[in-house]
């Protein structure tokens, strides 16, 4: 018979030191998760490892990725951004793009379509450290906008005659309020091929289907660019006096998520990050009976992470998300609905459920509620 010391070893390393957080609704429910992530592959889409989504600089390896299965070897030799509609027209090579002043934003992507009623899961968005010219230089390079009121903006990611390149159009007003830039640096290198070099579009606050990889040209108009991702493809229906109104996916909306759940002594420690909305995260809570009660997060906010940069003054944190901890102690063992809610600094908090009024695939802020079977703890036998 084994004795008291070997049996309390064992017990000990049959403890989990993380449980999993299992989405309510969406695919990995329908599939489960190891389905869910092969079907997201199959459209082209990588979701972020879990825990990466608790840290406020998300690691460029493993960063998820949501494109059309195109990534373009541009050869920087031979590569140029070509600026049209503008008051004084350029064609910039690498080497002009890259001797160009740069700022930094600290940005969350996120996939217009991010932890909808059919993902479940909340994977597709990061948030990363980028680098590059402002777009507002480059209006002044050539002169100033001109004319042009609204921009395309165009990608290398061709497939021959079955698609061409990428496109997307924003305003200007949109684009002057992002405080857009083109990125040549994430998280302080160069970019990789995955992620859009030489030049993407960032375009903080806005979702990510307007972030242009591959970015070659930069097309001044003089209306709003009516491609098929603006016109069909990224677009909600909204309920406006009495009719359902065609409305295309924009502003980030009021979002938090609870990424992961990890041993903390004798409980667990729950972490996620919050963000979105037009006013920085103020505070997050979080639900352990399916929204029944709700508790008080420790939120670290972006101006706190960042306060010793002196380089990244308040602007470049807009929209950026925060990051927060929860220590649970479950009351015992079983299974229970988790859930987290945003708080801005004017007080708006995160929906409980979808906007009845809107109908569509994109911007669903809703409380995105996780599954977690909480183990019988086992104590360590007495003495013999």
Not at 178 to 205: C, K
Not at 278 to 284: D, G, L, N, W
Request: charged share 20%; net charge positive; proline share 7%.
């Amino acid at each position: 018979m084994p004795d008291s010391l070997s049996l309390a070893s064992t017990d000990l390393a049959a403890a989990p030191e993380s449980l999993e957080l299992r989405p309510v609704d969406g695919l990995p429910r329908w599939l489960g998760g190891r389905l869910a992530r092969f079907f997201l592959r199959l459209v082209s889409m990588e979701e972020n490892d879990a825990a990466h989504l608790a840290r406020m600089v998300t690691p460029t390896a493993g960063y998820f990725r949501r494109d059309r299965h195109v990534h373009p070897e541009v050869d920087p030799t031979t590569y140029r951004l070509n600026l049209t509609g503008l008051a004084d027209p350029r064609s910039l090579d690498l080497a002009e793009l890259q001797a160009l002043p740069r700022e930094t934003r600290v940005c969350v992507q996120e996939c217009a379509g991010n932890g909808n009623h059919i993902m479940g899961s909340a994977g597709l968005c990061g948030q990363a450290l980028w680098s590059g010219p402002t777009f507002e230089s480059l209006l002044e390079l050539c002169g100033g906008p001109g004319d042009a009121t609204h921009f395309a903006f165009h990608g290398q990611d061709t497939l021959g005659v079955l698609k061409r390149g990428y496109h997307y159009g924003l305003s200007l007003a949109e684009l002057r309020k992002a405080r857009a830039i083109v990125a040549l640096t994430m998280n302080g290198e160069p970019l990789s091929r995955r992620h859009g070099f030489p030049a993407r579009l960032i375009v903080p606050q806005i979702y990510s289907m307007s972030h242009v990889k591959w970015l070659c040209h930069v097309e001044g108009k003089t209306r709003p660019h009516m491609g098929i991702h603006n016109r069909l493809v990224f677009t909600n229906k909204e309920l406006h006096a009495g009719k359902w109104v065609r409305v295309q996916a924009r502003w980030i909306g009021l979002k938090s998520v609870i990424a992961h759940c990890t041993r903390e002594g004798s409980g667990w420690l729950l972490t996620g990050c919050a963000w979105g909305g037009e006013r920085p995260i103020a505070s997050v809570e979080l639900s352990c009976d399916g929204g029944l009660s709700w508790q008080p997060a420790h939120l670290q906010t972006p101006a706190e992470f960042f306060r010793e940069r002196g380089d990244l003054p308040a602007p470049a944190l807009a929209g950026a998300w925060g990051v927060f901890t929860f220590h649970w102690l479950p009351p015992g063992p079983g299974t229970y609905k988790l859930g987290c809610r945003a708080i801005d600094s004017d007080g708006n908090i995160q929906q409980l459920d979808n906007d009845p009024k809107v109908h569509g695939h994109f911007n669903q802020t809703r409380v995105k509620w996780r599954s977690v079977t909480v183990p019988e703890r086992r104590l360590p036998p007495g003495p013999a």
